[in-house]
C-alpha cells in the first residue's frame, strides 16, 4: 500500500514562496515518478507537475512553468514542489500522487493512482 504525507502548505501573500514535501511509503520510491496536482475551491483537481524516477526530467502544466520546480530526493523518499512568484489563482489543496507502475508514464495525468490528504496553500493578495 503506498502512503503519501504532504506538508509545508500554508499562508503566503502574493509574490511570495512556499516548498511544499510529500514522503512516500509502501514501495521502492525511486522505482517511480511522481506527480503534484491541485484542486481549488469549486473546480477540478488539475495537473501541476511531475518527475521521471531519477528526477533527470519533469513536466509542468503551462500555468506554472517558470514559477514552480519539481524535485526528488531518492534517498530520503521525499518529493518537493518549490514554489515562487505566487499568485492568488494558486491557491488550493495540493496534493501528492504516484502512478500505478513502474513503468507509467509520468506525464499521462490518468496514470497516478494514488493520493495524500493534500495541503492548503492560501495566497492572499
Known amino acids: 500500500q503506498v502512503h503519501l504525507v504532504e506538508s509545508g502548505g500554508g499562508l503566503v501573500q502574493a509574490g511570495g514562496s512556499l516548498r511544499l514535501s510529500c514522503a512516500a511509503a509502501?514501495?521502492?520510491?525511486?522505482?517511480?515518478?511522481m506527480a503534484w496536482f491541485r484542486q481549488a475551491p469549486g473546480k477540478e483537481r488539475e495537473f501541476v507537475a511531475s518527475i521521471i524516477r531519477s528526477g533527470g526530467r519533469t513536466n509542468y502544466a503551462e500555468s506554472v512553468k517558470g514559477r514552480f520546480i519539481i524535485s526528488r530526493d531518492n534517498d530520503r523518499d521525499t518529493v518537493y514542489l518549490q514554489m515562487n512568484g505566487l499568485k492568488p489563482e494558486d491557491t488550493a489543496v495540493y496534493y501528492c500522487?504516484?502512478?500505478?507502475?513502474?513503468?507509467?508514464?509520468?506525464?499521462?495525468?490518468?496514470?497516478?493512482?494514488?493520493w495524500g490528504q493534500g495541503t492548503q496553500v492560501t495566497v492572499s493578495s
Open positions: 500522487a504516484a502512478p500505478r507502475g513502474s513503468n507509467s508514464d509520468y506525464r499521462r495525468r490518468d496514470e497516478y493512482i494514488y
Open positions: 509502501g514501495r521502492t520510491f525511486s522505482n517511480y515518478a
